[in-house]
């Protein structure tokens, strides 16, 4: 007879042999196990599903929910061979996840941004924020695929950025055409960057002002402190970096040797 464990491992394999990571399921799944077997279970029961998905007991209950939403995902699956196995409901624990609404960047915030991002100190930072920022508006590239760049994945010659599959969402790597102002703008910036920091601890193609990689959570500080000196962000108002990839005007054309604030052709996707 094939253990619970086993089913999960068949689980796993099967959806990320569609693509899906899985890696939360990856581990709370093997926990989930371990509690049934403690119990003297040998399939998924409701009651004993949810008492799991309950804990810790201080979480919040979007904590609950989403631990619940796994152990039901792999019930059904379990169910499919094993018809003693029982699927949790899904409305255990009352929470509904809102996506935040995009803040709708306008051509003239985005010049203001930028402009503001050239008074950071020091230059390197300076220098880095403002391609970065620069970057996501003029691809629709995310904030965590930008980050992760290396140098290489950067190809000026001609004109594109390589989306890395472990980067990309849904693992689906991609080239990114860019602007002939995104060009000199990042070659540009690949000077001042040779020239501020000539020998970085990192080969992310954007540094942080002591040569290492930028990370999220920096950009995510970095953004607030900006949209706050310019009086966009509020108590209700809080535009993200992510949100730059939905700018209102796009035809708003900048200064020779900065972005211009136009999309370059559409993706090319590397793998299905």
Not at 32 to 37: I, K, P, T
Not at 103 to 108: A, I, Q, R, V
Request: one cysteine or more; hydrophobic letters at 45%; aromatic letters at 6%.
């Amino acid at each position: 007879m094939i253990s619970l464990q086993e089913h999960v491992d068949n689980y796993l394999r099967l959806r990320r042999g569609l693509g899906f990571k899985l890696e939360r399921h990856g581990q709370l799944l093997p926990q989930l196990v371990a509690y049934l077997d403690v119990a003297g279970e040998r399939t998924v029961r409701s009651e004993l599903a949810i008492l799991w998905a309950r804990l810790p007991s201080n979480a919040h209950p979007r904590h609950w929910a989403a631990r619940l939403s796994i152990a039901r995902g792999f019930a059904a699956y379990l169910q499919t061979v094993d018809p003693r196995a029982e699927i949790p409901p899904a409305d255990v624990f009352a929470v509904r996840y809102q996506r935040p609404t995009p803040y709708l960047w306008s051509g003239e915030e985005i010049s203001r941004l930028l402009a503001a991002t050239r008074e950071l100190r020091p230059p390197l930072k300076a220098a880095s924020y403002e391609a970065l920022f620069g970057l996501l508006v003029v691809t629709g590239m995310r904030v965590g695929e930008a980050i992760a760049l290396h140098l290489d994945d950067v190809d000026l010659h001609d004109g594109v950025v390589r989306i890395r599959e472990q980067t990309a969402k849904l693992d689906r790597a991609r080239l990114v055409p860019l602007h002939a102002t995104a060009v000199k703008a990042l070659a540009a910036y690949l000077q001042a960057r040779q020239r501020l920091c000539p020998e970085p601890t990192a080969s992310a193609f954007f540094l942080s002002s002591v040569g290492t990689a930028i990370d999220r959570s920096a950009v995510s500080k970095t953004l607030r402190k900006l949209t706050i000196a310019l009086g966009l962000r509020t108590e209700t108002v809080h535009p993200r970096a992510h949100d730059l990839r939905h700018y209102a005007d796009g035809r708003v054309m900048r200064p020779a040797g900065r972005f211009s604030l136009v999309r370059a052709l559409p993706v090319v996707i590397l793998s299905a």
